[in-house]
Nanobody, 121 residues
């Protein structure tokens, strides 16, 4: 089985920073795309940032220039550096990874339990 474990959430004031971490463990042959999603109060879950094995990235428009996603393939980990945080960023952040447990042309999506980020004065 594969598990994703997030860490780094917390309570911060507007303008401050947080760094989220996510590590995958278990039977892993290949990890394809990894990313971070979030779900704010009364909102649907949305993509925040995504990164491929080759390092290509995609960001939600509202976080461009403030958030940076990165990965460490040797550690099966993905990170999200969040700067200049705004109250609108308040949400539960979920780690996502597309992982193949055996040789395959495709992987299966796995999700972490989520970590809460609260941005408030």
């Amino acid at each position: 089985q594969v598990q994703l474990v997030e860490s780094g959430g917390g309570l911060v004031q507007p303008g401050e920073s947080l760094r989220l971490s996510c590590a995958a463990s278990g039977s892993i042959f290949s990890i394809y795309a990894m990313g971070w999603y979030r779900q704010g109060p009364g909102k649907q879950r949305e993509l925040v940032a995504r990164i491929t094995t080759g390092g290509s990235t995609n960001y939600k428009d509202s976080v461009k220039g403030r958030f940076t996603i990165s990965r460490d393939n040797a550690k099966n980990a993905v990170y999200l550096q969040m700067n200049s945080l705004k109250p609108e960023d308040t949400a539960v952040y979920y780690c996502n990874a597309n992982i193949a447990a055996m040789p395959s042309y495709y992987g299966t999506d796995y999700w972490g339990k989520g970590t809460l980020v609260t941005v408030s004065s």
